[in-house]
């Protein structure tokens, strides 16, 4: 393409755009990773994608990757609510105190931030029940594992993630009353270098099943050079790497959830609101088991996962007790979102994981 | 905690693979540093040097053409340096700072494309028996092939500098440009050379990066690894053989914290990762206490400019 067509586009696009600027919806996305990452990001950005799709002219959506947890993230959110943004989904915890600050800035514009837990007339919190996916990740890995050693790479030691921890634990001890918990804190959602090392690390110390809950698919790539290693599809499907070493997947899908909230905004009846579905309401997906997993441990993760969906089972249900041994939860009753160890503020390992939840 | 789950054997294995792009891009400093250039723009050339192998390596299948291409794109950018800095005599400093950010910047964009993409399986050392030897075996004959030309590189720069004419040109060219000059050696062609070579193993260093070790392509995935190669040829007062002592203990300290962590020693995170940085300091402070030894192994022209006047 030579400089003409590039300036000629260019112009076609800015009047195009100024035309029909008055009744458009200005959606932005804040993001955490690129949104090639192939995990987190990249399925926000499907989200945004799908938004596009069903509105067509009616929506204009704007995006930034990369975008640091901290005082950055306050800079980016401000420049899009100045261009005039009606809604901005900021998608990562870090963005929580940040996204607060910012829609008290701009009463008029409406924030929509996932897996934080504050809110405000103008913001909304969303987030999906991962640890029901954990749950059948942890079923398949108990049972696949030989060496009962399960590795898991974590990001920041936040509730999301705790959760996943314990949910993954519990559902591979259920079946496997041997297996061992290896747990890695990478401090990043997105490095490939750091998630590959940890990865190596994990599998080095004989895990031959590596769990991980940062965004990219390095710690895929790193099983996979190492033979009899099984990984799970963290956000995204990842099914590049299947049917070995990944054997399935938690697909987060956002794209209902976006569009839906864009067409309150459209319609007028946005309010804030606190969502939080899991595998029943299809927030959470759970990608094809491979063939690389036995028909039998196939049917009971698939069973498990319906008996999530369809709640008849939650994935934290007593007796369990917390790591120091007290009792969390009794026999047969069900862990409650919010208050006093409720799920929403997770912050302890429960029973049998070894380690200390770092600060 | 559980400290015999870490194996000795896999630690020392995976230290040297984890060094490797460190080890690379210091060998090559060392060499530009030796002949008095100071080229600070490392992070930069290596960062070129992922994104240029990855592209080429994913291009045409071929990780060999990948590291050709890396090599062949650091020493293009180390280019810009030698210019600027050796033509236009600009300062060493701030114009290998320079490189450094233009080269994140500029592999950014390159890289817009590659993100998530996975590059093929570069060939890695597999001898029917040898690799097999317990201890012996995984340690010294199952690498991945850069591994090994690291180590044949650092053998080569070695004997380059301590046994061959060349070798004691370019470090006459460092001690003292001008005595060089009067002898009759081409001091802007020797440093232009050496510059080159710098970026072409920083180049190296950067795929060994994006093509062996994660093997991805992120912005800005070097993360510091060229700042660190920069200490090191500090820490190792200009010896080749003490770069890859420094090399395998920045690898081994890395690799270490996260065998810790995996083994469940409660001590916080942050020490850890901030231990190679902590080590580098601690290192300079011991050497910069006997001033006269360590001086006197830096080159006496490193970072002066050099005009033919005469």
Known sequence: MNMKTILASAALAMSAATGALAEKTKVGFVYVGPVGDGGWTYEHDQGRKAVVEAFGDKVETMYVENVPEGPDAERVMTDMALKGADLIFTTSFGYMDPTINVAAKFPNVKFEHATGYKQADNVSVYSARFYEGRAVQGHIAGQMTKSNIIGYIGSFPIPEVIRGINSAYIHAKAVNPDVQFKIVWAYTWFDPTKEADAAKVLIEQGADVVLQHTDSTAPQAAAQAAGNVITFGQASDMAAYGPMPRVSSIIDDWAPYYIARTKAVMDGTWTSTSTWDGIGAGMVGIGEISSAVPADIKASAEALRDSLADGSYHAFTGPLNKQDGSVWLAAGETASDYGDGGLAGMNFYLEGIEGDVPN | ?310
């Open chain 2, 1 to 310: 905690m559980d400290l015999s789950s870490i194996s000795p054997t896999l630690l020392v294995a995976s230290l040297m693979v984890a060094a490797t792009p460190i080890l690379l891009a210091s060998i090559g400093e060392l060499v530009v540093e030796k002949s008095g250039v100071l080229n600070l723009g490392v992070e930069g050339m290596m960062i070129i040097g992922a994104i240029a192998g990855f592209a080429a390596a994913v291009g045409t299948g071929s990780p060999i053409i990948g590291f050709l291409c890396a090599a062949l794109g650091g020493a293009a950018l180390s280019l810009v340096f030698a210019l600027l800095t050796q033509f236009f005599l600009s300062n060493q400093v701030a114009t290998g700072l320079a490189l450094t950010l233009f080269g994140l910047g500029l592999s950014a964009l390159m890289g817009q494309s590659y993100i998530g993409i996975k590059p093929p399986a570069s060939a890695k050392l597999d001898l029917p028996v040898i690799s097999d030897i317990p201890i012996l075996g995984p340690v010294l004959f199952s690498h991945d092939t850069t591994v090994y030309v690291a180590l044949a590189l650092v053998a080569g720069v070695w004997w380059f500098l301590k046994y061959t004419r060349g070798g004691l040109i370019l470090r006459a060219v460092g001690e003292s440009h001008d005595a060089a000059h009067a002898l009759g050696y081409k001091v802007v062609k020797v440093r232009i050379m050496a510059i080159m070579f710098g970026g072409a193993c920083a180049g190296l260093g950067g795929a060994a990066l994006s093509l062996v070790r994660v093997p991805q392509w992120t912005e800005g995935m070097t993360a510091g690894a060229g700042w660190i190669a920069l200490a090191i040829v500090v820490f190792a007062s200009w010896k080749p053989a003490r770069v890859l002592l420094g090399a395998y203990l920045f690898g081994g300290v890395a690799v270490l914290q996260l065998n810790l962590q995996a083994a469940g020693v409660s001590i916080p995170v942050e020490y850890l990762s901030m231990s190679p940085y902590l080590i580098t300091i601690i290192v300079l402070v011991v050497m910069s206490a006997h001033r006269n030894k360590a001086a006197l192994n830096a080159p006496a022209a490193l970072g002066r400019a050099f005009h033919a006047s005469r």
